[in-house]
Antibody
Framework: QVQLVESGGGLVKPGGSLRLSCAASGFTFSDYYMSWVRQAPGKGLEWISY????????SYADSVQGRFTISRDNAKNSLYLQMNSLRAEDTAVYYC???????????WGQGTLVTVSS | DIVMTQSPDSLAVSLGERATINCKSS????????????LAWYQQKPGQPPKLLIY???TRESGVPDRFSGSGSGTDFTLTISSLQAEDVAVYYCQQYYGTRRTFGQGTKVEIK
């Protein structure tokens, strides 16, 4: 069955960096676009980035453009999110999600919590 | 970016009654090349990740009970729960996948009256 497991979250100071990982299993990872979505405590969902199946195309929300970088390693069935220059407003649960047909987010991980605080 | 606006922000419905959630996009999400509305609905229960319910505005995901239905086209969409069950208490989000940058509505919280 499809499984997505995020890791790498934790407490980081403002201005710091963190790298999130998402380990995928149960499907052919290299066939699917992947995405990161976040949810601040008590708030709604915010799409932040996606990457195409072969790593050719990426896109970012304005809120993270220039600070976050999405990447993948198809040989390791893994998705990554490098987060730099972190701010308090980046505090959230970060989910990775699979895109079906390069469009629909059909499977989601359980999320990893990132807290940005001094 | 396409802005998605849901209404209401919350609603309380009696068990067995109908719940209706509206979603409006700031521009049409009907893609002319495939004549499909690029809109999905998700359900999120406390402490859980979102779950895909509906895509292409009206196609139910496998395993989703048929009391959930989606309708609408262009800029105006509706998620209907025909007979609310206790397990349907959750926050529901619409999301467009027309634009490169996906956007979600702010969410609608559904509770039992």
């Amino acid at each position: 069955q499809v499984q997505l497991v995020e890791s790498g979250g934790g407490l980081v100071k403002p201005g710091g960096s963190l790298r999130l990982s998402c380990a995928a299993s149960g499907f052919t990872f290299s066939d699917y676009y992947m995405s990161w979505v976040r949810q601040a405590p008590g708030k709604g969902l915010e799409w932040i980035s996606y990457i195409s199946s072969g790593d050719e195309t990426t896109s970012y929300a304005d809120s993270v453009q220039g600070r976050f970088t999405i990447s993948r390693d198809n040989a390791k069935n893994s998705l990554y999110l490098q987060m730099n220059s972190l701010r308090a407003e980046d505090t959230a649960v970060y989910y990775c999600a699979r895109y079906r047909l390069a469009a629909i987010m059909d499977y989601w991980g359980q999320g990893t919590l990132v807290t940005v605080s001094s | 970016d396409i802005v998605m606006t849901q209404s209401p922000d919350s609603l309380a419905v009696s068990l067995g009654e109908r719940a209706t959630i509206n979603c409006k996009s700031s521009q049409s999400v009907l893609y002319s090349s495939n004549n499909k509305n690029h809109l999905a609905w998700y359900q999120q229960k406390p402490g859980q990740p979102p779950k895909l319910l509906i895509y292409w505005a009206s196609t139910r995901e496998s395993g989703v009970p048929d009391r959930f239905s989606g309708s609408g086209s262009g800029t105006d969409f509706t998620l209907t729960i025909s007979s609310l069950q206790a397990e349907d208490v959750a926050v529901y989000y619409c999301q467009q996948y027309y634009g490169t940058r996906r956007t979600f509505g702010q969410g609608t919280k559904v509770e039992i009256k």
